[in-house]
């Protein structure tokens, strides 16, 4: 191959021609992500699609005026030295290593985008901090996205050519003239570079944020388009700081919304035992039971024993995750504190003093416990669980068998299952006891003898949900014969959603739609209502059910309560997603950009915002309520009752 021609500008033309050549870059790998999740944003028409993209050039300057920050000071300083080869051949190298870098996080979202509806962000180096298979894990995505692998290559090696296309005229004999136009020169250029970071020249415009790719939207939901992977992980590297609020005096605030929950005094407590089963990425979707209306009543799903479970259970109709990662699902689940912009957990106040269902059922004499099939410390479960006051944690270690293990995440969930039963037979009553399952994940694969067995579906993860779904009628099989099994109180849900296929489920309201199931084997506790429910309801819920006698903290609501003043929360790269009654409320936290019936617009296409005013405003100030509480409890560390 002939190389590449090359010609000789002057160093400061070379600079401007190798930024452009990253902004088209960056513009192809914006067109790369639309492709590879093109089902998520097929509602855009072509012309917003072109304003899009247009938008998305302001976000990728800023990006790449930080990733090559010291090239730009390398190839700007007013020294004759640059001029040197061995200098220029560092220069270039160094250009082509952090820019290659930022690529790699673009072509990694197109990708994993549809499974958290966000761009990567800087909370992802916390979030796989503790695992232990961090190779395999690279080494099995890269099997599985090949194609990926193959056109990042190419790609780079385009990169590399075109950077090769123009070489760096010799140095100028550098009298004072040249010193002083050339300090000229660097000091235009770290001017414009400034303006270009903060996103604007105004001294009014403030440092440019993800938030405002809402500019360039119709739908919040389609920022992420705006948007691209080094910017998102730039801007959250430092932890995010809630801002006191003080919409309300306090009186007013406690009564419209407050976290505290007072016993109703409905008789004795009732020392039932407690066990949550989280299945990872079980959405909705999946389950027959909860969407007969679909495919003109002919929807199967792919749980047929979480159907059955379905129909002696209490559930709605109306049941959400408060966010899309594992990392958000235990502390709204187990804590009742729903993640808000960023992972509790990985967030500034994750050392506040907290409470959950095991510390107060703990208290009342409990044994706890929590089991999950990964490599003890995944995900950074057992330093929360422990947090959380779970006495007991029972992880691959605790299992010690490695022929069960899927060589990835964890003990396949079968046996975990069973492990799980015989070791829960052990406990004295009462107990709580929690499971997060590990084997419907990525790569999305089922042991050997089960090859074939369960319906693959049209989404890879629907084979894997089949299994996990046989794993959790076997495990009900054997706890049905143990002596426990009659007292406790079940509550089956899904740590969140994930990539969904039926046009019902691509929405906002879809990505965050999850089952939740209590079930109680010794009662009569079944139903369906309309009510809505959400992952931090689950603990005040089964408190209540149980006659809890003490105040407590919680975000969430009782699910059985007859008040109907209740509503859903999560929040997704920013943006607040409210639900109340029939309708959902999509605000930024300063304005409403969304308001959609879901009773009669399940599809979300028909935008109500400023046309219903009763309710957008109502909505809005329990939006509010609930922003309040959240901040400045979180600031001053009020996450317990007194």
């Not at 056109?151 to 004999?173: D, G, M, N, T």
């Not at 975990?416 to 070791?423: D, E, G, I, L, V």
């Not at 309309?530 to 003490?550: C, E």
Request: glycine share 6%; aromatic share 16%; proline share 5%.
């Amino acid at each position: 191959m002939k190389p590449i021609l090359k010609r000789e500008q002057s160093i400061y033309v070379a600079l401007i021609y190798r930024f452009l050549v990253l902004l088209l870059l960056y513009t192809l790998c914006r067109l790369g992500f639309y492709l590879t999740n093109r089902s998520l944003f097929n509602h855009i028409p072509f012309a917003d699609l072109l304003y899009i993209f247009a938008g998305g050039i302001k976000f990728d300057i800023v990006a790449l005026l930080y990733i090559n920050s010291l090239y730009i000071v390398l190839q700007a300083i007013p020294f004759p030295f640059r001029y040197r080869n061995g200098y220029q051949q560092f220069c270039k190298w160094l250009f082509i290593i952090t820019n290659s870098i930022g690529f790699l996080a673009n072509f990694i979202d197109f990708a994993y985008y549809k499974y958290t509806l966000k761009h990567t962000t800087a909370s992802v180096f916390s979030q796989f901090s503790n695992e232990q298979n961090k190779l395999k894990l690279v080494v099995d995505f890269s099997e599985d996205y090949w194609y990926l692998l193959i056109l990042f290559i190419i790609f780079i090696y385009v990169f590399i050519k075109l950077y090769q296309v123009i070489r760096i005229q010799k140095a100028p004999k550098f009298t004072w003239y040249i010193y002083l136009t050339h300090t000229l020169a660097l000091v235009l250029i770290a001017g414009l570079s400034v303006i270009g970071m903060r996103g604007g020249w105004r001294h009014s415009t403030r440092p440019i944020t993800m938030s405002n790719a809402g500019d360039f939207v119709k739908s919040p939901s389609d920022m992420s388009l705006v948007l691209n992977t080094p910017f998102t992980i730039m801007k959250t590297l430092k932890a995010t700081t809630l801002k006191p609020i003080n919409y309300y005096n306090q009186q007013t605030l406690d009564s419209l919304y407050t976290p505290i929950h007072q016993p109703e005094n409905k008789g004795p407590f009732k020392k039932l035992n407690v066990v949550f089963l989280i299945i990872e990425s079980l959405g909705k979707e999946h389950i027959g039971a909860l969407n007969k209306d679909l495919l003109n009543g002919t929807y199967k799903g792919y749980t047929p024993f979480i159907d059955s479970l379905v129909v002696n259970s209490f559930t709605s109709s109306h049941t959400y995750a408060n966010g899309r990662k594992s990392i958000d699902a235990l502390p709204s689940i187990i804590s009742g504190i729903p993640s808000i912009r960023e992972p509790f957990v990985l967030s500034s106040y994750s050392g506040n003093k907290t409470t959950s269902i095991a510390k107060l059922l703990g208290d009342e004499g409990y044994q706890t416990a929590f089991f999950h099939g990964a490599p003890n410390g995944s995900m950074g479960f057992s330093a929360y669980t422990n947090l959380a006051g779970i006495k007991k944690y029972y992880g691959k270690t605790e299992y010690n068998n490695d022929a069960d293990f899927d060589g990835i995440w964890g003990i396949w969930d079968e046996p975990f299952m069973q492990y799980m039963a015989k070791t829960i037979n052990t406990f004295k009553q009462p107990f709580f006891s929690a499971f997060f399952s590990v084997s419907s994940h990525h790569p999305f694969k089922v042991p050997e003898k089960y090859i074939g067995k369960f319906p693959k579906g049209p989404l890879p993860v629907q084979e894997p949900i089949g299994y996990t779904d046989m794993a959790i009628k076997k495990f009900f099989a054997t706890a049905s014969k143990m002596p426990w099994y009659k007292n406790t109180l079940f509550v089956l849900c899904a740590d969140h959603a994930t990539v969904s296929y039926l046009p019902e489920y691509q929405t906002t309201p879809g990505y965050f739609s999850i089952p939740i199931l209590f079930y109680y084997p010794g009662g009569d506790l079944k139903g369906k209502t309309d009510k809505l429910i959400q992952q931090a309801d689950i603990m005040p819920t089964v408190l209540n059910y149980l006659n809890y006698d003490k105040p407590y903290f919680a975000f969430g609501f009782d699910a059985f309560s007859t008040k109907n003043n209740n509503f859903v929360v999560n929040n997704n790269d920013g943006s607040f997603s409210f639900y109340q009654g029939d309708y959902l409320l999509i605000n930024d936290g300063l304005k409403s950009n969304a308001l959609f019936n879901l009773k009669t617009d399940r599809l979300t296409k028909n935008n109500l915002v400023n046309k219903a005013p009763e309710v957008q405003n109502s909505m809005e100030k329990y939006l509010k309520a609930f922003i309040q509480q959240y901040n400045n409890r979180m600031i001053k560390d009020q996450l317990t009752a007194k």
